[in-house]
């Protein structure tokens, strides 16, 4: 019977880690090959974010990788990768017991679970499991492109406020107070912010900033465009503000849309309310016919079910959480 150390990663393990990913996650995959995205992505403060489970010959069997929001004891974390080798009985669990119980944290969220192999492992360690809704709103147009549309609905906004939406180039045009409620779940710091979306090595992302003139509440988007064959959407990839003021958003965001010369707008979400979104004009892909695809890099047209996991249900999840949004 092997006898497996479980320990944190060091930065000297990069090279062994990707050399995992590569021969037991999939072949040639990013992650296992770019190492400025795996830096980005894992490396921070001279911390890489893995635990590993690792033989008597210090060769990787398993490990799990994770992306923390902030610094400190009450930081939350995300997970992203979590791979062993076939053939080490439980030793996948054991990694993500040996996080859970050794990095200080607050909460933990997952998305992009697999529901097959991992649901019953996350049910019995007291995470709850939620599946990410997909919404969009398609631009008026004769023909669709990306999306297969057989529905082209597009539902009345029932919302209106004043706003001021203003497109922000670096985190120092942001307020200091879009970041002070620190009882969201996840708690996204400003220093992450700033990290996530001002200085990702690959994507270029689009910093939407909205002051409601009627009241004192700013909030702040992160949309990213896609482009098949001369062809573009918009996704809406983040959100930070009081979960109900979104739903105030989707004029403002129909006028960007139009502005790219989009399809569509369309994001996936955990959280938010129902009823608000689908006053505010989105529509549910799973209450439709349309194929509103996720994958871009190669293209599929195909919708696709994301699930999530969170240690505590009143967690508020986009497609930017956790590794959903990277480059394939």
Not at 122 to 135: A, C, H, T
Request: aromatic fraction near 14%; proline fraction near 4%.
């Amino acid at each position: 019977m092997n006898n497996y150390i479980i320990r944190f990663a060091n930065q000297n393990d990069t090279s062994s880690i990707m050399q995992f990913i590569n021969d037991f996650w999939r072949a040639n995959h990013i992650l296992a090959r770019n190492r400025e995205l795996f830096d980005w992505q894992y490396l921070s403060d001279n911390k890489l974010h893995f635990v590993l489970g690792v033989d008597n010959d210090n060769q990787i069997q398993g490990l799990i990788g994770y992306i923390a929001y902030d610094v400190g004891d009450k930081k939350d974390i995300a997970l992203a990768l979590w791979k062993s080798n076939p053939g080490c009985g439980y030793l996948g669990v054991q990694i993500l017991m040996y996080l859970i119980q050794n990095e200080p944290h607050r909460e933990i969220v997952c998305t992009g679970i697999n529901m097959r192999t991992t649901e019953l492992v996350y049910r019995k360690l007291g995470f709850s499991i939620g599946k990410m809704k997909q919404w969009y709103r398609l631009s008026p147009r004769e023909c669709y492109h990306i999306a297969s549309v057989k529905d082209s609905f597009i539902p009345p906004i029932h919302y209106s406020a004043d706003l001021d939406f203003v497109r922000c180039n670096s985190i120092d045009e942001l307020p200091t107070e879009l970041f002070s409620d620190t009882s969201c779940i996840p708690y996204k710091s400003k220093d992450y912010f700033e990290r996530r979306y001002f200085d990702h090595p690959i994507y270029k992302y689009l910093v939407y900033r909205s002051h409601n003139n009627n009241t004192r509440s700013d909030s702040v988007v992160v949309l990213r465009k896609e482009q098949v064959d001369g062809n573009c959407v918009v996704r809406l990839i983040d959100y930070i503000g009081v979960p109900a003021d979104f739903a105030l958003l989707t004029s403002e965001l129909d006028h960007l849309v139009k502005q790219y010369d989009a399809e569509y707008i369309d994001m996936y979400e955990f959280g938010l309310s129902d009823a608000e979104l689908i006053n505010a004009g989105w529509l549910c892909v799973d209450e439709r016919e349309n194929i509103i695809p996720n994958y871009f890099s190669p293209f599929e047209e195909k919708n696709i079910e994301i699930y999530c996991s969170t240690t505590n249900n009143k967690a508020l999840l986009f497609r930017g959480d956790g590794d959903q949004d990277r480059p394939n």
